[in-house]
């Protein structure tokens, strides 16, 4: 399924689709590691609540690294 969305960095802020899946997969992502509330996810334009899912990935990606460092000790 797909939705439309506000591309607000595209050239005359013009509507693209997007996929409904990934929208719930970003919303999901966000609420499980920050709890912010659906609403407020939802309100954040899609290239930031991208962003956000990278910053989570590189937050999570460098706790695993320490993690496997000391038990490497």
Not at 27 to 37: C, E, L, Q, S
Not at 63 to 73: A, D, F, R
């Amino acid at each position: 399924m797909w939705t439309w969305i506000w591309s607000g960095g595209a050239p005359f802020g013009r509507i693209t689709r997007y996929p409904l899946e990934q929208i719930y997969e970003e919303v999901a992502f966000i609420a499980y590691y920050f709890h912010w509330a659906y609403e407020d996810i939802l309100n954040l334009e899609h290239r930031e609540r991208q962003k956000w899912c990278e910053e989570i990935s590189k937050i999570n990606r460098k706790m695993n690294e320490e993690v496997e460092g000391k038990m490497k000790l």
